[in-house]
T-cell receptor, first 111, second 109 residues
Framework: GENVEQHPSTLSVQEGDSAVIKCTYS??????FPWYKQELGKGPQLIID?????GEKKDQRIAVTLNKTAKHFSLHITETQPEDSAVYFC??????????FGAGTTVTVRA | NAGVTQTPKFQVLKTGQSMTLQCAQD?????MYWYRQDPGMGLRLIYY???????DKGEVPNGYNVSRLNKREFSLRLESAAPSQTSVYFC????????FGSGTRLTVV
């Protein structure tokens, strides 16, 4: 499958600060880039996604940026809150049927 | 509530035993998937079904079989469980956006 690298593996931020997670991928044909949040004991939930014809997308405190030339995309969380603490996964789709996931980033927001 | 339902939530098996993980969705999605989640490795695709009546192998299919029973249901079977299959298993369905179930935590001893 697609090779997706996600960094960092853990991230600790002070409440109110910003958090940034970066993913790189290998297949230039990939065209769909979602981000998922997973809370303890639950399945991943989609929080934001971007398609290859868009460079940036924002939804309240969350934004995703895509650089297709460099084959990387990033999740930005501003004004972090304790409820943002979770594991975040990036994913890449080569076709509409399969997602390849990064290894995940554990985000801890310190009060 | 609409979504993806997985059963059971927890299971302990002895090496060599068999079992079937059940998954059902009520969103009328065409595509369904089985992933496994292991620490530090993200989610890896085991099998998927692009539409009713079709199934295809994913990244890690060895030791598993699947059945797309109808449009709603997609089951995963372990014929002879091994300790390496200890994992958390997630079912998902999609049209354009994926929805995941809450997972089955499987331990093989």
């Amino acid at each position: 499958g697609e090779n997706v690298e996600q960094h960092p593996s853990t991230l600790s931020v002070q409440e109110g600060d910003s958090a940034v997670i970066k993913c790189t991928y290998s297949d230039s044909a990939s065209n769909y880039f979602p981000w998922y949040k997973q809370e303890l004991g639950k399945g991943p939930q989609l929080i934001i996604d971007i398609r290859s014809n868009v460079g940036e997308k924002k939804d309240q405190r969350i934004a995703v940026t895509l650089n297709k030339t460099a084959k990387h995309f990033s999740l930005h969380i501003t004004e972090t809150q304790p409820e943002d603490s979770a594991v975040y996964f990036c994913a890449v789709s080569e076709t509409r049927y399969k997602l390849s996931f990064g290894a995940g980033t554990t985000v801890t927001v310190r009060a | 509530n609409a979504g993806v339902t997985q059963t059971p939530k927890f299971q302990v098996l002895k090496t060599g035993q068999s079992m079937t993980l059940q998954c059902a969705q009520d969103m009328n999605h065409n595509s369904m998937y089985w992933y496994r989640q292991d620490p530090g490795m993200g989610l890896r695709l085991i099998y998927y079904s692009a539409s009713e009546g079709t199934t295809d192998k994913g990244e890690v299919p060895n030791g598993y079989n699947v059945s797309r029973l109808n449009k709603r249901e997609f089951s995963l079977r372990l014929e002879s469980a091994a300790p390496s299959q200890t994992s958390v298993y997630f079912c998902a369905s999609s049209d354009l956006v994926y929805t995941f179930g809450s997972g089955t935590r499987l331990t093989v001893v």
